[in-house]
């Protein structure tokens, strides 16, 4: 059962569309792209498509390359092929809905069976640092020189002990001047 072909449906053309191999997922074209938002377009086709099984998800991109086209997926096969023979040129919007098989598994689908591999992204390499380089592509260990500073001076990164911190008076929260009279904004 390599591909199966059906009519068109409410078409006079006798043009026969290609299904593909059974699938949990559909793949739907010609739909409306410029008339509806991403997600009004992403609950209608829940909406309709919900009717015939279980819908784990939609897939509705308004990119350039995906614009017009969308992803159903479904909990199983019979749920998916119910739809596509039901939905088949569809008048969704204005526009016939074409409807096949996607060639490939879903990932929620991959997920749900425990076999999903994360993609490795080959995006452009990331810019590093004099600093980060001199870090990471040391030795185990190894950290970069510090910068020379006054051991006596109290400075960045010196701890002050405690006597030090008690010397400031903590803030009196029961005082009687307003807070907005005792900003220095004025």
Do not use: W
Request: aromatic share 6%.
């Amino acid at each position: 059962m390599a591909t199966k072909s059906l009519p068109a449906r409410g078409g006079t053309d006798s043009k026969a569309i290609s299904t593909g191999a059974p699938n949990q997922t559909l793949y739907c074209t010609n739909l409306p792209d410029k008339k509806i938002t991403k997600h009004d377009l992403r609950t209608s086709l829940y909406a309709l498509f919900s009717t015939y099984g279980t819908v784990l998800d939609v897939v509705a991109m308004k990119t350039e390359k995906m614009r017009g086209q969308a992803h159903i997926v479904f909990k199983d096969v019979q749920a998916s092929t119910q739809a596509m023979r039901a939905l088949q040129g569809f008048e969704f919007f204005g526009k016939q809905m074409k409807i096949v098989y996607a060639k490939g598994s879903s990932h929620v689908i991959a997920k749900l069976r425990g076999t999903y591999v994360a993609p490795v992204d080959a995006g452009p390499a990331p810019v590093s640092t004099d600093l980060q380089k001199s870090i990471f592509s040391g030795p185990p260990g190894a950290l970069p020189a510090r910068p020379a500073a006054d051991t006596g001076a109290e400075g960045h990164g010196v701890k002050r002990t405690r006597e030090e911190s008690d010397e400031e008076a903590p803030m009196d929260e029961d005082s009687d001047v307003p807070m907005e009279a005792s900003s220095d904004e004025e």
